[in-house]
Nanobody
Framework: QVQLVESGGGLVQAGGSLRLSCAAS????????MGWFRQAPGQDRELVAG??????????LDSVKGRFTISRDNAKSTVTVYLQMNSLKPEDTAVYYC??????????????????WGQGTQVTVSS
């Protein structure tokens, strides 16, 4: 059974930090590229950060560069992907989703290219 389970969302004041985690199991996710997407009400889902299967390549949305860091732990059968979010802003408020792409060496910003998705976790940043 494939599972991507996000955790770590919540309510935080502007300037604060949160760390999101995604536990992925049921496939060999150590060979998958992983991404964190977000979707705010009335807006399209966008890739915030992505990481290749080895961790050698990463991608960040321009608006989060220098504030967010994506990392992964492939050491166990359940792969865990983290998104460290610092200096949060009200515009970061959204539902954040973890996603997995079988094309492990490449990071795509297209949501339709990701095969598996988590249920999402709400991040709310108050001003």
């Amino acid at each position: 059974q494939v599972q991507l389970v996000e955790s770590g969302g919540g309510l935080v004041q502007a300037g604060g930090s949160l760390r999101l985690s995604c536990a992925a199991s049921g496939r060999t996710f150590s060979t998958y590229a992983m991404g964190w997407f977000r979707q705010a009400p009335g807006q399209d889902r966008e890739l915030v950060a992505g990481i290749s299967w080895t961790g050698a390549s990463t991608y960040y949305l321009d608006s989060v560069k220098g504030r967010f860091t994506i990392s992964r732990d492939n050491a166990k059968s359940t792969v865990t992907v983290y998104l460290q979010m610092n200096s949060l802003k009200p515009e970061d408020t959204a539902v954040y989703y973890c996603a997995a792409d079988r094309a492990g060496s490449f990071i795509t910003v297209v949501p339709g290219e990701y095969e598996y998705w988590g249920q999402g976790t709400q991040v709310t940043v108050s001003s």
